[in-house]
Nanobody, 123 residues
């Protein structure tokens, strides 16, 4: 059974950093596309980054490019999202997802989702 467990959210001041984790079980991360999404109150779910675990290629949303970095620790079967220079507009529930057949940030393409972790950035 494919399972994802997201963690690492919290409250941080603007300009600070957080690292989110996405622990995977039931499959090997380095064989799949993994993505991070976020959803702010009253807004649609936004794809912010995806990574092909097989070859490491990534695509980032313009809103986080240069500030956020996705990575995998294959030994731990865990994906990470390092978030630096956080802004109040980064406040959202963050989700990891996998299972897409396509290299895309479109949430409709991902059948497996973690439970979400809340990130709050204060000004």
């Amino acid at each position: 059974e494919v399972q994802l467990q997201a963690s690492g959210g919290g409250l941080v001041q603007a300009g600070g950093s957080l690292r989110l984790s996405c622990a995977a079980s039931g499959f090997a991360l380095d064989q799949y596309i993994v993505a991070w999404f976020r959803q702010a109150p009253g807004k649609e779910r936004e794809g912010i980054v995806c990574m092909d675990g097989y070859d490491g290629r990534t695509i980032y949303a313009d809103s986080v490019k240069g500030r956020f970095t996705i990575s995998n620790d294959n030994a731990k079967n865990t994906a990470y999202l390092q978030m630096n220079s956080l802004k109040p507009e980064d406040t959202a529930v963050y989700y990891c997802a996998t299972g897409s057949r396509y290299f895309t940030k479109e949430p409709e393409q991902y059948p497996y989702w973690g439970q979400g972790t809340l990130v709050t950035v204060s000004s």
